[in-house]
C-alpha cells in the first residue's frame, strides 16, 4: 500500500465526512492550542485530497461550519498525502487569523 492510500485509509476510517465547497472529503478537525478550561479559538484540519483548501473556503461538517485561515498541502517524497488547514468556527475567524502552526 502506497503512503497516499494508507493516509487516505487512516482519514476515511476515523474522519469524518466534510462538506468544502459542494464537494465532499474526509477530515479528522481537532482542537489547536486549547488552553485547559476554555473553549478552542482554532482547530487544525487534516484532510483527503479530494479538496485541496484555500485560505477563505467554507468546511461544512454535520453540526458545524468553519473557515480556512491557513492552509497546505503536506508531500513526502513527491508524493501528496494529505491536506491541511487552520480552522475557525465561522462566528469565531477574527480570532485565527494569525496562527503559528
Excluded at 482554532?42 to 484555500?54: A, E, F, I, S
Amino acid at each position: 500500500m502506497t503512503r497516499k492510500k494508507l493516509v487516505q485509509y487512516l482519514l476515511t476510517t476515523y474522519g469524518q465526512k466534510v462538506t468544502v465547497g459542494g464537494q465532499e472529503a474526509w477530515a479528522v478537525i481537532r482542537p489547536l492550542r486549547k488552553q485547559s478550561g476554555e473553549a478552542p479559538q482554532c482547530y487544525l484540519y487534516t484532510g483527503t485530497l479530494d479538496w485541496k483548501l484555500l485560505i477563505g473556503d467554507l468546511i461544512q461538517t454535520d453540526t458545524e461550519v468553519f473557515r480556512a485561515t491557513r492552509t497546505g498541502l503536506e508531500s513526502f517524497a513527491g508524493e501528496s498525502l494529505y491536506v491541511w488547514a487552520v480552522l475557525c468556527r465561522e462566528k469565531e475567524t477574527a480570532f485565527c487569523t494569525e496562527v503559528d502552526v
